[in-house]
């Protein structure tokens, strides 16, 4: 049964692993042609030539087989290949991104998720008062905005307006640290308006699954039991109704935290944070082959690994789950 | 899961997301350090730019666009240098050339110091250029149409370096004179220089040395030389900083200088904390036509009947928001040093435009890439080809897409806008000399189905020409001839508006064949 998993699981991989090699391969555009170039830019561009010698250095001069056993080789070995455009070694160019994209994903989904699941208990609690109305409509409002414009919004307001935040970065530049502490408050300071976005639109989605999850628990016959043995309101909908209703609050969870990779693009956009969903963006628009192969390899494993985890969770949560 | 457990792991979680981040994110690179010298204190003027990454500032690992060429010739010297007029003495302060054009003789300055204060001299020219045939830089001036030129290179003394070339060729000069002089005792062990991004390896004989570099930030920090052999560095020390909006972080001090939207000009103007300074126009718009896939397209008339058909100043206004010059026909644009003024000029005229195509109707298909502006452009074609009896119809691909499909010969027509007008008037030829290989050049692509001998025979001549003043009358000559036949169409060429606060620094300066001030070293230094 083990080893059947295992097999499975190495399947899907090696799959992955060669869609990863076809899928940037097979978009059309060239990583050496350079013919036109954003405004106001300068592009320099190759001759036939030198085109050849750069395709022999990188190895694409080979037949696609060659490359993709070499391709192959390399994974097997740990290494994801030299970034054409970038010019760096691409795992060191995706490990240098990777902590910005977690950080802001899991921060923002403990501030999103804490606020969004306690006031989804409330108003599914109060469902149909005023309360309830009220937050039912403004959460909707919330999650339905994208992302980006509610940064733009706190960029002029909190950052330029009032100047309460950095206007962008991950850290401040060419910062020389006296201690740790301070590079922690840095890094937190420069962090917080892009958490803080993208930590609003998941409040959106974290309320309005635990809102409907909590409604149809609510509805059981044993919470009737609970609310007549007179136990506390707050333990009833927080210990009894919340921990019946997390399953799919946990789906939603590890599926947010499986996107942590790609899913910050625009609020990275918006606050030119360094994350890996901007980077992902600019490989595919250069056809850096390794790097997107790298960046897609990446994605992969974050979602297995969340996927897997899920899984974990879930049988905890509920034993009936094999 | 119990409750300890489920908080266990969560603590874990936080942990290891701060820890991730505090290593890795704030790794700091290493930190280089300054022959002989005390810059850690006063250092009065700091000018910060726009950052972002545009690669480890060596010459072989800087990404292909100009701004990570600015910043690798910030730290290498070259024998010669662009200045506001033409090339200027450099590292070289003197040259000759023999009189059959095959040999180039420099003179260089004594006493240069390499930022590691070594003292360069003329075996480092040499091994430079060797080094560069060997392991091509990111920007490579010495090959002509894709292959080398240079026959051999001699020392003549400590102080001259005399270069044979293969044969004579009037942009020679230009080319060997841009190529970034780097130290022999640093780069002749190296043999995969695509892959050195030590900071300790960066050591040049320009003006600034790079202190810090953060790939993930997109952050530069340079520091003035000091003992730079030549002019004297004004700005002591120049920051480039990852910035989310321009505008914002111009008016709130954190950046120097920035590109002014063509829509916040008023902003600016006439405020005297401001200064404005308009950029020569040496980026622009160009219509290629296939006449091979579309031998309509052969026919001067229907040539010229869309260029009568295109309002060039209904563009400039919609699309570029009035920053922008309505292109040369001619090609070499308005602020070119060798533009023709006298050349023949289409105006938008429809019914000239109908009169040419003589009742006929042509369906046109008008490649573009997915953005904004080209989509804008080719609405506004299409509306005025529909009065001549043009049906336009636009497909837009993202931009790489566009570049292989032109590449290809894969349209009809194509919209492709690029920099670069401002370079040597040898572009004629690489944009309409069928004689070259196809994709010998930049932005260019030789037009399909399209030969014109006269036009062939002078983009030859006007390469070997030495004399300048002949060759410069071939080149107005040429731009007459191109403007008659208009094989591609230029459309505008745009502007741009550099705003920055003169009581903080005054010296930005455009070079004569660049549009954008801050990627010229001389905007830095004294003059």
């Known amino acids: 049964m083990v080893y059947r998993k295992i097999l499975k699981l190495l399947m899907t991989f090696f799959v992955i692993i060669t869609l990863n090699f076809c899928l940037p391969r097979l978009m059309p555009g060239d990583p050496f042609y350079f013919l036109s170039s954003e405004q106001g830019e300068i592009t320099i561009s190759y001759s036939d030539e030198e085109i050849q010698r750069q395709r022999a250095y990188y190895g694409l001069d080979k037949p696609i087989m060659v490359q993709y056993g070499r391709y192959l080789k390399s994974m097997a070995k740990g290494d994801l290949g030299y970034s054409i455009y970038f010019n760096n070694d691409v795992w060191t160019i995706i490990k240098n991104r990777i902590p910005w994209s977690i950080s802001l994903v899991f921060l923002s989904m403990i501030i999103g998720g804490f606020f969004g699941i306690i006031l989804g208990c409330l108003s599914a609690w109060q469902r149909n008062g005023l309360l309830d109305k009220i937050l039912y409509s403004t959460m909707v409002f919330v999650s339905e905005i994208p992302p980006f414009l509610i940064g733009i919004l706190f960029l002029f307001y909190l950052a330029a307006h009032w100047g309460l935040f950095p206007l962008s970065g991950g850290m401040t530049p060419f910062a020389d640290y006296a201690s740790w502490t301070d590079r922690i408050f840095d890094i937190a300071y420069h962090g917080i308006l892009p958490v803080i976005t993208l930590g609003v639109v998941q409040m959106g989605d974290f309320f309005l699954i635990s809102r409907s999850s909590m409604i149809a628990v609510m509805n059981k016959d044993y919470m009737t039991t609970a609310r007549a043995k007179g136990i506390a309101t707050c333990r009833i909908l927080f210990r009894h109704a919340l921990s019946n209703a997390a399953l799919p609050i946990i789906t939603r969870m590890f599926n947010g935290l499986g996107q942590a990779v790609g899913g910050t693009v625009l609020v990275e956009n918006v606050f030119n944070y360094p994350g890996l969903g901007l980077l992902m963006r600019q490989a595919v628009l250069v056809r850096d082959y390794p790097l997107i192969q790298g960046i897609f390899l990446t994605i992969t494993l974050f979602v297995l690994i969340m996927n897997f985890m899920a899984d974990i969770v879930y049988k905890k949560f509920d034993p009936r789950i094999v | 899961m119990t409750k300890s457990h489920k908080s266990k792991l969560l603590i874990l979680f936080m942990l290891a997301a701060i820890v991730l981040n505090i290593t890795s994110c704030g790794s700091k690179p290493q930190q280089n350090t300054v022959a002989g010298s005390d810059e850690q204190k006063d250092f009065p003027l700091i000018i910060r730019l726009e950052g972002g990454d545009w690669g480890f500032p060596s010459p072989f690992a800087h990404y292909s666009r100009g701004p990570g060429m600015a910043k690798m010739r910030l730290i290498y010297d070259s024998l010669l240098e662009k200045g506001e007029k033409g090339l200027i003495p450099w590292l070289a302060k003197s040259w000759s050339i023999s009189p059959d054009g095959r040999e180039y003789t420099f003179v260089l300055n004594s006493q240069v110091k390499w930022h590691d204060g070594e003292i360069l001299s003329a075996?480092?020219?040499?091994?430079?250029?060797?080094?560069f045939l060997k392991h091509p830089p990111v920007s490579n001036s010495l090959l002509i149409d894709g292959k080398p030129f240079i026959e051999k290179i001699d020392i003549i003394d400590e102080n001259q370096v005399k270069i044979t070339v293969s044969e004579p060729n009037s942009t020679i000069l230009d080319r060997l004179g841009i190529v970034r002089i780097i130290p022999k005792h640093i780069w002749e062990t190296i043999d995969d220089p695509k892959k050195v991004t030590d900071l300790d390896k960066l050591v040049g004989c320009g003006p600034y040395i790079l202190t810090d570099y953060s790939q993930e930030q997109g952050a530069y920090r340079f520091q003035a030389f000091k003992d730079y052999w030549g002019p004297k560095p004004l700005v002591d020390i120049i920051e480039f900083v990852p910035v989310s909006d321009p505008v914002l972080a111009f008016e709130k001090g954190e950046i120097d200088l920035i590109k002014v939207p063509e829509d916040l000009m008023t902003r600016y103007l006439g405020n005297e904390e401001y200064k404005l300074l308009k950029s020569p126009a040496f980026w622009g718009y160009k219509l290629m036509f296939n006449m091979e896939k579309k031998p309509e397209l052969a026919d001067i008339a229907v040539r010229k009947a869309i260029a009568h058909a295109i309002n060039v100043n209904e563009l400039i206004e919609k699309v570029a928001r009035g920053a922008a010059v309505p292109a040369s026909p001619g090609y070499l644009p308005i602020d070119h040093i060798w533009h023709n003024p006298d050349v023949t000029k289409y105006e938008f005229d429809l019914e000239k435009a109908k009169a040419l195509l003589n009742n006929r109707t042509l369906d046109l298909v008008l490649l573009i890439a997915d953005d904004q502006k080209e989509a804008r452009i080719a609405e506004l074609l299409k509306i005025n080809f529909a009065k001549v009896g043009i049906n336009l119809k636009a497909q837009a691909?993202?931009?790489?897409?566009?570049?292989?499909?032109?590449?290809?010969?894969?349209?009809?027509?194509?919209?492709?806008?690029?920099?670069?007008?401002?370079?040597?008037?040898?572009?004629?030829?690489?944009?309409?000399?069928?004689?070259?290989?196809?994709?010998?050049?930049?932005?260019?692509?030789?037009?399909?189905?399209?030969?014109?001998?006269?036009?062939?025979?002078l983009c030859i001549k006007q390469l070997t020409e030495l004399d300048e003043e002949s060759r410069k009358a071939m080149i107005m000559e040429l731009q007459k001839i191109i403007s008659d036949e208009i094989p591609l169409l230029p459309l505008y060429n745009t502007v741009e508006y550099a705003v920055f606060r003169p009581q903080k620094y005054d010296g930005w300066v455009h070079v004569f064949d660049h549009h954008e001030v801050t990627h010229n070293k001389l905007s830095y230094l004294e003059r």
């Open chain 2, 123 to 131: 075996e480092d020219v040499k091994f430079s250029f060797e080094y």
């Open chain 2, 397 to 457: 691909v993202d931009m790489k897409t566009r570049d292989s499909m032109v590449k290809e010969q894969n349209y009809e027509l194509a919209l492709i806008g690029h920099g670069g007008w401002g370079q040597d008037a040898d572009i004629l030829r690489e944009n309409y000399g069928v004689i070259v290989a196809k994709d010998s050049s930049p932005s260019s692509n030789v037009i399909p189905g399209y030969s014109n001998p006269k036009i062939n025979e």
